[in-house]
């Protein structure tokens, strides 16, 4: 896209911005009307406003639209998730919110009040999202139609950049037609197809490059083998001015995820495994765990005195049991729970290793004569995990998460995919939990738990809370 047709599109994008703010403002000052103001419309619009509220009202436009830049929204946001869009959207008309307060605060103006700003709030965040997301639709009418496409070449024509190119061309909304692959080995071109043509070799493109029509260069070379030809395209694109995109999963590990970040000007690539949404989220998995423990904690309060004293009462020993786990990233932490066994139980699993029914390094026995009859109980019902709410509270634990294993059992673990469960802080109950459970084999039970890892978000784990009580209920849960 040319500079010229990105600013005209800018400047269409702000008039409707603007315009949108604007009939949101009026609407809810109409709504809000003070009795001295004409309740009809026709009268509202002739009423005579003064100098004083036309300064207010362009300091608002031009905030609004600084604020709309400072968030984004004028980037260009071919690539960016519409839902994303939207929540920039709030965060944007929120500010501008506060930002009307100020103003009305400053210039005296009651007329906005507490119940003019609500009903512009939402008036204004959901119109603008409906703007958007029409003039969104529209742009993508028009690429569909074959307007405002991006002519793009890719280097390379391995089955990598094949299906690059494959799944880059099959978003219409993307707006992009393809000029051809640039490669070395000519031959590929007779074996796929008019949409894979080579139009010439890494030697000639950059004469190619200067004396044709392309918009953006896609590099799918392997890194290894054309390294200084990759750093060679990306210097010749930066020379000419020409967008160039390179895949960030250079080492081709389908579980490797990246995502880039600044540090004192110097360009990081971020390599992790997991969840996309765990590097801007998990603050707000913590936020959770916090509220919801305490808030647990103190629901629960009236029943630990209750459950101390069945286990005081039915078996010598402490209250509580406190065992070694390993937790995040092979952090070792004690686990607290109500003692369901003897007092000397762990002291007891060396002669009852013969009994063992789990496969792996897991240790269970479905009928362990080491348990109580209070603790068979406080099983079935899981209330001897409730102290663990503790642990969420110190950041050991989390609500949702793979279950911290001992100390034993981690010893135990010989495959070292299996491992990869410690990149996740340990938690109360997980995808396991709410299947079968304790039935199912040890390498079934470490792919679910690096199947959540892989998956999470804050849906998945009120999915899991809320699947985790019915199981409690069946008394299922150990």
Known sequence: MTTLRRKAIDNVTRVLDVAVMLVAFIFSLYLNAPEEIPTDFVGFLSYKFSLINFIALGLLVWGWLHLFSQFGLYDARRFTNIITEWFDIVKAVSVGVMLLGALSVAFGRRHVDQSVLITFWLVCCLFTILERWLYRQYVIHLRAAGRNLRHVIFIGSNPRAIELAQNVLSRRE?????????????????????????????????????NHVVDEVYIALPIKKYYEEIRSIITLC???????????????????????????DEPILTVYTGSPHQLEYLWLKRL????????????????????????????????????ERIGYNRRSFKMIKFRTMVADAEDMQIQLEHLNEAD??????????????????LRRTSFDEVPQLINVLLGDMSLVGPRPLPVRDVEGIEKRWQKRRFSMRPGLTCLWQIGTRNQMRFEDWMRLDLEYIDSWSIQLDFYIIARTIPAIIKGTGY
């Not at 930066?238 to 004192?264: H, M, Y």
């Open 174 to 210: 993307f707006g992009y037609r393809l000029v051809g692959f640039v490669d070395d080995e000519m031959a590929h071109d007779s074996s796929r197809g008019p949409k894979a043509k080579v139009i010439c070799t890494l030697k000639d493109f950059p004469a190619y490059l200067e």
């Open 238 to 264: 930066q020379d000419i001015g020409i967008v160039c995109r390179v895949p960030s999963n250079w080492f081709e590990i389908k579980t490797l995820k990246t995502a880039p970040f600044e540090l004192d």
């Open 288 to 323: 959770i765990d916090i509220v919801f423990a305490a808030v647990a904690l103190l629901l629960f309060s009236p029943f630990f005195m209750i459950i101390a004293l069945l286990i005081k009462l039915t078996s010598p020993g402490p209250i509580f049991f406190k065992q």
């Open 360 to 377: 792996g390094p897991a240790f269970k026995i479905k009928e362990d004569p080491r348990i109580t009859p209070v603790g068979k109980w």
